[in-house]
């Protein structure tokens, strides 16, 4: 049995130093679901400053004592940790709440008075960390008033810090003109642009699994790996994101941000040092290594599907354009899988597969590095056909950790191989506390660390390889959607873009 590292809290640190922090849309579901249990979680291992407190900003008709109340209700009812409810209830105590809408000076006035006259009150430095959990059509109004107002000014030691939720733009062009409308207002070093999944613990973990280890690296190129497949299925339908959803579909939802951070981190090279920018260089020279799809290129290259109606977990579910909110003959797509190649020294002939879709057979995230099989010439006589390739498969969730899939001899008098499997659980080991995925990324930015955020070159790379396929895709109508059964591992077109390769998914989950 694995030695377990006992650890007291599942975050460690010093605190934060002093800031408040003010959460646009504070009355949505990332709120209360996500960002106040993070918070609490971090509250309740003493890494967020003395006298934290954050200002809610929204549409919603609260006051601050009926915003307090709600705030209680929500730790209620998504902080389980015991410690960490304590700590919502009376962090609870402490929020401030402003309502009105986003392009109206007077709401943006009357917040800057009040973070002037609650650090003066509290003694803190002027620090703030300004958050859109807000639609992405407000990211540049917001941005625009707050520098009208001057609430992005720094002066002496005091910060002044944005974070910017995904997706950011919707395309190529309205990515390039959002970087612009907020480098108006906002220094690169200023702005945070989070994606919750670079908080998880197997991801972030990916540097030292790769720089840390001196049995990986020396193989971690194209000598020795035959491909690699990147999955991000969800078992749950659009559910009351129709509106968003429809808008947007899962290339755009899920490519240019997640699934490429997760491509980077395994691609990249070794970084300089563990300095934030010294990583994201790394990071981006991958992004801009990516080739680029050609548009005759796109059919055969990039698959998309609708789920239909079926059965998961023996519940029949609707077909995706019977959802709320959705148009009755919607062209969205709800599958993505397409063939990546990386065009450096490291990675040259090695493809990258990569999916993501809705009402899939399973909720999972994973990065499957499979090697190149090992000559058989020795064992042809007791084993029937080529040897089964070793297979590396880094768990991002639901069960974080790592697994190694190599053979040995099995039992008896015969010479058989058989597949085994040596499994790492951050669970089973480290006896970690499991948190949102947000704790990391918002103690970072209080902490000014910008690693696990996207830089503008970054997210420009994403969007030049995505803006070809979007294109194509716009001219060209679906065919035969849904042409997926919800409870499936998506459309027959996914199997056959690897099948053309000698290649199949890793479905056997």
């Known amino acids: 049995m694995a030695k377990s590292y006992e650890t007291t809290t599942a975050f460690q640190g010093k605190s934060a130093p002093a800031c408040i922090m003010v959460i646009f849309g504070a009355a949505g579901d990332l709120t209360k679901r996500l960002l106040l249990p993070a918070l609490c979680n971090l509250g309740s291992t003493g890494l967020l400053p003395q006298n934290f407190l954050f200002i809610g900003v929204a549409r919603n008709e609260h006051t601050t004592e009926s915003f307090r109340t709600y705030i209680e209700d929500c730790v209620k009812q998504f902080v389980n940790d015991e410690q960490a409810a304590k700590y919502g209830y009376e962090l609870a105590k402490r929020v ?22 609650t650090s003066k009150n509290l003694n803190l430095l002027p620090n703030y960390l300004f958050y859109m959990a807000t639609p992405p059509v407000f990211f540049g109004k917001i941005i625009e008033m707050i520098g009208h107002v001057g609430l992005n000014e720094e002066e002496g030691k005091n910060w002044r810090r944005v974070v910017i ?40 973990n990916l540097l030292v699994f790769r720089f840390a280890n001196g049995i990986f690296e020396p193989i971690w190129n194209r000598r020795y790996i035959d491909h690699v497949q990147i999955t991000v299925s969800e078992s749950l339908g659009v559910e009351l994101r129709g509106l968003y959803y429809d808008a947007t ?23 300089i040092s563990l300095e934030a920018n010294a990583i994201r260089d790394e990071k981006a020279k991958v992004l801009r290594a990516l080739r680029e799809i050609a548009p005759e290129s796109v059919l055969s290259c990039c698959v998309r599907g609708q789920y239909g109606a079926g059965i998961i977990n023996n519940v029949s579910v609707p077909e995706y354009r019977a959802e709320k909110a959705v148009v009755p003959n919607s062209p969205t797509e709800t599958y993505v899988a397409m063939k990546l190649m990386i065009d450096n020294w490291r990675w040259e002939g090695v493809p990258f597969y990569i999916r993501t879709g809705k009402r899939l ?22 084993q029937s056909g080529l040897l089964n390739p070793n297979l590396l498969v880094v768990h991002v969730q639901p069960d974080e950790g790592i697994s190694i899939r190599f053979g040995a001899k099995v039992p008896g008098p015969v010479v058989r191989i058989g597949d085994v499997n040596m ?25 000014g660390d910008g690693t696990l955020f996207q830089r503008d070159d970054m997210v420009i790379s994403a969007w030049r390889v995505v803006e070809p396929i979007l294109d194509v895709w716009n001219a060209l109508a679906p065919r035969q959607f849904p042409n997926y059964q919800s409870g499936t591992w998506g459309p027959k077109e996914a199997d056959v873009l690897l099948l053309r390769d000698g290649r199949k998914w890793r479905n056997s989950f």
């Open 96 to 117: 401030d709440y402003i309502s009105g809408d986003f392009d109206d000076e007077k709401v943006f006035e009357r917040l800057k008075q009040l973070l002037e006259t």
């Open 165 to 204: 939720e995904k997706p950011f733009g919707h395309d190529l062009e309205s990515a390039l003109k959002l970087n612009t409308d907020i480098k108006n207002v906002l220094s690169e070093k200023q702005i945070y642009r989070i994606d919750h999944y670079l908080g998880k613990e197997t991801v972030q």
């Open 249 to 271: 579909g899962a290339l755009r939802d899920m490519v240019p941000n997640h699934i490429f951070q997760l491509l980077s981190y395994i691609a990249m090279e070794p970084p």
């Open 361 to 382: 057979s399973n909720r999972l995230t994973e990065i499957a590095i499979q090697f190149k099989a090992a000559p058989s010439i020795m064992f042809e006589k007791s």
């Open 423 to 447: 499994t790492f659980k951050y669970q089973d080991y480290f006896g970690a506390k499991p948190g949102t995925g947000y704790e990391t990324l918002l103690y970072d930015c209080m902490m």
